[in-house]
């Protein structure tokens, strides 16, 4: 019998049943939600589940713990999702049926002042998805050289005057601790255009690259190119244009970067074949719902 916590409704999962339709569950199998965050889509899986299934979730936040669903087909992992290969090899699991990946930051780790993720509370900026990883936001702009700060900025947020950026909080250096009231005052003399535009793009490369999320990303693409069986789905919900540009070469290529390879015939290795010709957006009643699902990407793959 499922059991579900109440601390479930901290998350509204996005395209919840677009995503899990996409998985193309039938009966019994090995299936993967590489973040489990409150259990939305995870209890839409198990309700599709077969008996002898067994579905595997990862998350890093220790919060998530919280939220555990009591089945016996359910095997939480208090991990990263890019170490599903090392998890995979632990459970002597040889292959898997199917993977949704619902990528970047939850609700209730933005609206938790004291994790240091968003511009509105006034905290020490942390934005460590995992409590227990060293690097933090404090140490990313109290540390990093200028011309790491400029790539962060640039890369990470598309920030247009990441230069002058990364000279100003080189500049603004001191012994104190960057909190966000005073990283933002910094912000609002520096910031170009919408000044919550601004804030979120410099915040949210930040924190992309507090967590390596890109680096992550591209471990759980491999290891579902290596484990997912004849036919296996990977599904992948993105929030940032980067995110969705490595999922879709992963998807059309089998790499992040879109490469066309070829073999010793000149054949191309093609590991998946795209389901989604184009990418599937939320609804505008699932926008107006839920402001997350503005920026939400789904793409969908069969492996090959």
């Known amino acids: 019998m499922m059991k579900i916590n109440a601390m479930s409704e901290y998350h509204v999962p996005v395209l919840l049943n677009e995503s899990i339709d996409l998985l193309g569950i039938e009966g019994d199998g090995i299936y993967v ?96 998805m995992n409590q227990e990883m060293n690097l933090t936001a404090n140490d990313v702009l109290q540390q990093y050289p ?42 609002e003399k520096m910031r170009i255009g919408q000044m919550a535009k601004y804030f979120a793009q410099v915040y949210q490369a930040i924190r992309i690259e507090v967590n390596d999320e890109m680096g992550a990303l591209k471990d759980l693409l491999e290891a579902s190119k290596k484990y997912l069986s004849k036919d296996g789905r990977l599904v992948v919900i993105s929030y940032h244009s980067i995110e969705d540009r490595i999922t879709k070469n992963f998807m059309k290529s089998g790499n992040a970067v879109g490469k066309m390879i070829k073999d010793d015939f000149g054949n191309i290795d093609r590991p998946f074949k795209m389901i989604t010709k184009q990418v599937v957006l939320a609804s505008d009643g699932e926008q107006k719902r839920n402001s997350r699902a503005k920026s939400a990407k789904l793409r969908a793959a069969r492996k090959i």
């Open 146 to 187: 200028l011309e790491e700060l400029v790539d962060v900025f640039s890369k990470y947020g598309e920030v247009r005057n990441s230069k002058s950026l990364a000279r100003e909080i080189v500049k603004n250096r001191s012994q104190v601790e960057w909190t966000s009231k005073r990283f933002n005052a910094l912000l």
């Open 33 to 128: 939600d590489a973040t489990f965050g409150a259990g939305g889509h995870s209890r839409e899986i198990l309700s599709r589940l077969g008996s002898n299934s067994k579905l595997l979730v990862f998350d890093q936040d220790a919060a998530a713990t919280q939220n555990v669903i009591q089945d016996d087909r359910l095997v939480f992992i208090d991990s990263n999702f890019r170490y599903l290969e090392n998890y995979l090899k632990y459970f002597k699991i040889e292959k898997i049926n199917g993977v949704l990946a619902d990528l970047g930051v939850s609700s209730f780790q933005f609206d938790s002042a004291e994790r240091g993720f968003s511009y509105r509370f006034d905290a020490v900026l942390d934005m460590r």
